[in-house]
């Protein structure tokens, strides 16, 4: 019977890390640095037309308070976009807020070591969007991750259909208007 008991446990623990939202607050540090966008999926209604396909590593910044702020570029339209995103914390672990409360995005950690979600519900032209994206310290796709993210996927009611790979670039530099 003791046998039985250690392997049991270890599978509970790993079904409750591997759920969302994260059980205890994430730290700002944690998360801190640079991040490499591994997969996206969005909403089967987004157009295919205004998804990203090329990316760059995303920039985590530890504000004041527990605020992130983060920052990247991306290329859309075949056109260098760069986005800043100040986000604070709701009080639900994982749970931030951005643009005045209108999106709400979660932060969740894998159960694979280094790799996180990155999942933002919102409105866009009056239409509810949702959006995750696997995220790790270096721009190789792990295989483990990838899953994991396909698995949070169908859990949102997101279509596997959806996930595509993005390009990674360094960065790109914003055209001005």
Not at 46 to 64: F, H, M
Request: charged residues 25%.
């Amino acid at each position: 019977m003791k046998a039985l008991l250690l392997p049991i446990a270890l599978s509970l623990l790993a079904a409750l890390r591997a759920q969302d939202p994260p059980s205890c607050p994430l730290e700002p540090q944690k998360i801190a640095g640079t991040w490499y966008v591994k997969a996206i999926v969005t909403d089967g209604d987004l157009p295919k037309e205004t998804r990203s396909r090329k990316v760059s590593p995303v920039t985590v910044t530890a504000l004041g308070g527990g605020d992130l702020e983060l920052r990247f570029t991306f290329w859309k339209e075949a056109r260098c976009h760069e986005k800043t995103a100040r986000m604070q914390p709701t009080g639900e672990p994982g749970k931030y807020s951005s643009n005045g409360g209108k999106k709400h995005v979660y932060i969740l950690e894998l159960p694979v070591e280094g790799h996180y979600v990155l999942y933002c519900e919102g409105q866009r032209q009056g239409k509810s969007v949702r959006v995750g994206k696997l995220i790790g310290r270096n721009p190789d796709v792990n295989p483990e991750a990838l899953e994991a993210f396909k698995k949070f996927a169908q859990r949102k009611g997101l279509s596997l259909e959806d996930i595509f790979t993005p390009e990674q670039t360094e960065s790109c530099k914003p055209e001005s208007d």
